[in-house]
């Protein structure tokens, strides 16, 4: 298929392990963001990659979370000593962005992260 | 900072009743605004969005919405709605990221 993939889709992992979550945009799309939703919060902007750089950190909750991009392609979302507040879904969204606006984001089906 | 308020939380219809959402957002520059919806068990998909020119912008499925620069809105709707419509709905405004308002729930009864 043409559109975002994602894996794991689902991730159950206990209180205090690391948990890497894994995005491929879609093909030769520049941009690339992680988005959480969770229950009380709504969908919520962690970080853009434009590129292999991520010109926009600002969405992140805690220096626990860190995320790469290599090859302007696939993206890594890493999560360091899990908490039960991490769990959520992970969502990697993709655009053609080369400019500030008239974008359009295309989201992948997401990782539901359940910490114990 | 911006943000995008979704006044209906949950929304129950039944199938041929029309629907109106309400999305308003806090931002005085220049905006691109974006419904988006997510049926049960599916991810997030583009209903349709606004960047400029005519206000009122048509989207997949009969809806449409209509950008009010004036009152900061862009409220989606559509005429009859049915059963295959359930799910949620997100208004969100891109600046230079996208922000989502929380989240519209349908449920459309036959």
């Known amino acids: 298929g043409a559109g975002v993939s994602q894996s794991p889709s689902n991730k159950v992992t206990e209180k205090g392990k690391d948990v890497e979550l894994r995005c491929d945009p879609i093909s030769g799309h520049t941009a690339l963001y992680w988005y959480r939703q969770s229950l009380g919060q709504g969908l919520e902007f962690l970080i853009y990659?434009?590129?292999?750089?991520?010109?926009?950190k600002s969405g992140l909750p805690s220096d626990r979370f860190s995320a790469e991009r290599t090859g302007g392609s696939v993206s890594t979302l890493t999560i360091q000593r899990t908490q039960q507040e991490d769990s959520a879904v992970y969502l990697c969204?993709?655009?053609?962005?080369?400019?500030?606006?008239?974008?359009?984001?295309?989201f992948g089906p997401g990782t539901r992260l359940l910490v114990l | 900072a911006q943000s995008v308020s979704q006044h209906n939380h949950h929304v129950i219809l039944s199938e041929a009743a029309s629907l109106e959402l309400g999305c308003n957002y806090s931002y005085g520059g220049t905006v691109n605004l974006f419904w988006y919806v997510q049926y049960p068990g599916q991810h997030l998909q583009l209903l349709l969005k606004y960047f400029s020119g005519d206000p009122l912008v048509k989207g997949i499925k009969g809806f449409e919405a209509e950008f009010i620069k004036s009152k900061f809105s862009f409220n989606l709707r559509k005429p009859s709605v049915q059963w295959s419509d359930t799910a949620e709905y997100f208004c969100a405004v891109f600046t230079d990221k996208l922000i989502f308002g929380t989240g519209t729930r349908l449920q459309v009864f036959p």
């Open positions: 990659f434009q590129g292999n750089s991520a010109p926009d």
């Open positions: 969204a993709s655009s053609s962005r080369t400019g500030r606006y008239q974008e359009t984001q295309y």
